[in-house]
């Protein structure tokens, strides 16, 4: 199983506030009631954080940068503790995607003029409620606005763009941050899974308040995981903005993103916006085995007055089975004292959770979707290919993706990769205990290499266990005492 920490709408309410220790706090308080609940939610792999970091500035705010960076340095302090006490201090395995709330008001609106009105008047209409329009509608004054100067109006997000820099800054990366496309990539799972973390800001700002994702985005974003050495089994996607909303609301995405993304192979979705839990498949007219399953979450942080009726602080828990076809979105809701447990509300108000099912995708030219043997199969083969063309460093890396799964052919493979890489310190944990007499032999020498003569003697006095011959054994010890007399011992 891969277990996701998803949370969102981290916007801190000046009314009513929670400071970083306290949340912290709650969310390693709740990971010690859930691991021991019926049916046991495993520690978080990995986390995805969608969208709206900050609270935001509104018009009119004197000297926003400064509180712009200010609200980013307390969000970049929370999620780098997050990474620390979830992830081992990887920040690699948490997915940041922007929102709403994260687009400066005030850049935008610098970057506008007011249009007069003219004569005869222009049908504009059409023009001003599109998020690809360069013309907005302020219904406060009644008036028309345009998108005068481009190049400012992209700079809305710079804010967010810094936090994110920081953020991972230092962070081994499988693909590098890019700002400019409406897209970046997350491996996780050993590249069993890739997230798509997409933004749905296109065109949002003070005066349009609607979510979008830009045209061509998810084409080229599909194309990118299409091109990927390695394709992965379940491709993810990651965005801020809910697709439905009521019938006075404005604020939501076309659900035509949500039948792209599934036509495009995406089969499990994650957002927040709506400050509520929900989860649910849609197949949105499309066959069955083109359905999508998305789950949102509620807000982290919000305050009282910004939850709807009846709602909570939530976060979710999602488990994804070993097959990578179901996943279970546990949803945690915070209740008296700070304190998160399972929601008894909707969906959820049975068990806590609910149960989400998709079928996978064909492979590239119509083949078989693929799955966990087969992905193996293929790294073990990459690897396999690198070592022998004299690429032992790669076939290492390779092979490390696969986690739990270096087992037969890969083990073997890896053993050699790592000696010839003379990475031998790598195979003192894959073969701690040993399991042969070849096994035996190679970690002695990896402890050997690495200055570790306490634990070669140990592996040699406890050599019977491991039915070593005598006269390998007697080879072993005169290797041992010539480094003790050299004084190489670590």
């Not at 996780?188 to 061509?216: K, P, T, W, Y």
């Not at 693929?370 to 092979?399: H, T």
């Not at 200055?451 to 011959?469: C, N, P, S, Y």
Request: glycine share 8%.
């Amino acid at each position: 199983m891969f277990t996701l920490l998803h949370i969102s709408d981290l916007h801190r309410s000046s009314h009513d506030p929670i400071e970083n220790s306290s949340l912290l706090g709650a969310l390693l308080a709740d990971q010690d009631r859930y691991l021991i609940e019926t049916p046991m939610v495993p520690k978080p792999d990995a986390a995805i954080v969608s969208g709206d970091i900050i609270q935001g500035v509104k018009l009119g705010t004197p000297d926003y940068a400064n509180e712009l960076a200010r609200q980013y340095a307390v969000a970049y302090d929370f999620l780098c503790a997050l990474a620390e006490r979830f992830f081992d201090g990887d920040r690699s395995r948490i997915v940041i995607v922007p929102g709403n709330h994260d687009v400066c008001w005030n850049t935008a609106r610098d970057a506008m003029t007011q249009l007069v009105p003219e004569d005869p008047p222009v049908a504009a209409h059409a023009e001003l409620f599109r998020a690809s329009s360069n013309l907005r509608w302020d219904w406060k004054t009644r008036t028309i606005f345009k998108i005068s100067d481009p190049g400012s109006y992209q700079g809305r997000l710079d804010a967010y763009w810094q936090f994110v820099d920081r953020f991972y800054s230092g962070a081994n990366l499988k693909y590098p941050i890019d700002r400019r496309r409406g897209y970046n990539l997350f491996e996780l799972d050993g590249g069993r899974i890739v997230v798509a973390a997409l933004e749905s800001v296109h065109g949002n700002d003070c005066f349009c308040r609607q979510g979008a994702i830009e045209r061509s985005v998810l084409g080229a974003c599909s194309l990118a995981i299409r091109d990927l050495p390695q394709q992965p089994i379940l491709r993810l996607a990651a965005w801020h903005h809910s697709f439905q909303g009521p019938p006075h609301g404005d604020d939501y995405m076309d659900i035509e993103t949500v039948q792209e993304m599934v036509g495009n192979g995406f089969r499990l979705g994650f957002h927040g916006h709506q400050h509520q839990a929900d989860a649910a498949a849609y197949s949105i007219h499309l066959p069955e085995e083109l359905s999508m399953a998305i789950s949102s979450t509620g807000s982290l942080c919000a305050g009282a007055n910004e939850l709807p009726r009846g709602t909570n602080r939530e976060y979710n828990v999602v488990v994804i089975d070993d097959a990578y076809t179901s996943a279970r979105i546990h949803v945690r809701e915070m209740t008296q004292g700070n304190h998160f447990g399972r929601c008894g509300r909707g969906a959820f108000r049975v068990d806590g959770f609910s149960e989400l099912h998709w079928l996978l995708p064909a492979g590239r030219a119509g083949a078989e979707p693929l799955d966990n043997r087969k992905f193996v199969d293929s790294i073990i083969l990459r690897a396999e290919e690198g070592l022998y063309s004299g690429n032992a460093v790669e076939a290492v890396q390779l092979l490390e993706s696969l986690g739990r799964d270096i087992t037969g052919h890969a083990r073997t493979l890896f053993i050699e990769a790592a000696r010839v890489s003379s990475q031998t310190d790598k195979l003192i944990p894959l073969l701690s205990p040993p399991k042969s007499v070849g096994e035996f032999v190679e970690l002695f020498g990896a402890f050997l290499l690495g200055g570790r003569l306490k634990d070669a003697e140990e592996l040699l006095t406890g050599a019977a266990e491991f039915e070593v011959d005598g006269s390998i054994l007697e080879s072993l010890w005169v290797k041992l005492n010539f480094q003790k007399m050299m004084g190489k011992s670590k």
